[in-house]
């Protein structure tokens, strides 16, 4: 049961930093030291993708509308919008796919520690400050998600390839901030950023899944649905957040708050750790 309660825990803390540009794994990194699961080290890797199941669950209920190319109420069916909006998002995912994946256990040996992770969220919490500030002046080229271009969607997938490099960068921070640079509006940013997540979640998830085999104990098959159920409830309600927020904010306050966890990750471990 106590582990159960674990699981729901580290759901909450998905559900809320998988969406927020605030990285999911500085946050992981520091729940873990203080209610870490009672799990082997390779399930607890496996269970940190798979909740991620919950969150995609999230955006596609709340975007259906939005991401499902086919309507059967008019004619035409197909809604060719959409599927365009889907090879965006296809050729968004290249630099992730061919070099992001297949290199996957490399860079997280090299730079899966707190050193690089408090880094990632100082630097890319600077970043969002610095962005902000220049865009003040600046009025977004684009406000609607057709409006991206092919290669803009691949220029934000470089940028979200730099954040499957350096854990703390935050997937959703390094995608907003390559959207917000290109002239992109921080509604069409954040929203394609949501769209973007479901084909590589779903693809991180479901080769963690092949890797570890689907050999789980009846314990960790609860851990895992308990993780994933929380996650989407949570998810839910922060995509809800974020969205009416920024139609009314900057990201500055994701900035600082980043800068403020990286300088606490490196204080607790060096002096603590």
């Known amino acids: 049961m106590i582990d159960i309660l674990k699981a729901a825990l580290f759901g909450i803390v998905q559900g809320i930093t998988e969406w927020l540009p605030i990285s999911s794994t500085g946050h992981m990194i520091l729940v873990n030291e203080f209610v870490a699961l009672d799990v082997t080290p390779e399930f607890w890797k496996a269970f940190l993708v798979v909740i991620q199941f919950g969150s995609i669950l999230a955006v596609v209920v709340l975007f259906w509308n939005k991401i499902f190319p086919f309507d059967f109420k008019k004619k035409p069916v197909i809604k060719k919008d959409i599927f365009t909006l889907w090879f965006k998002i296809a ?58 271009t092919y290669q803009m969607a691949f220029i ?28 992109i509006s921080r509604t069409a940013a954040a929203e394609f950023t949501f769209f973007l997540a479901i084909p590589v979640m779903f693809g991180a998830s479901f080769l963690k899944l092949v890797k570890y085999g689907l050999a789980f104990s009846q314990t960790e098959w609860s851990l ?32 600082w ?10 204080a607790y471990f060096i002096f603590l750790g």
């Open 91 to 148: 050729v968004a995912c290249i630099p992730a796919v061919v070099i992001g994946m297949p290199f996957d256990d490399i860079f997280s040996g090299l730079f899966y520690n707190y050193v690089c992770v408090a880094v990632a969220l100082i630097v890319f919490g600077v970043l969002f400050l610095a962005v902000e500030n220049r865009n003040k002046k600046v009025k977004p080229r684009i406000t609607d998600l057709q409006d991206i």
């Open 156 to 183: 934000i997938g470089i940028w979200q390839l730099i954040a499957a490099i350096f854990p703390g960068t935050s997937r959703s921070g390094a995608t907003i901030i390559g959207a917000l640079l290109l002239g």
């Open 224 to 255: 895992l649905l308990t993780g994933m159920v929380v996650a989407f409830l949570v998810s839910v309600a922060v995509i809800r957040f974020l969205m009416g927020y920024i139609k009314r904010h900057d990201f500055k306050i994701f900035g």
């Open 257 to 266: 708050y980043r800068i403020i966890l990286g300088i606490v990750v490196l």
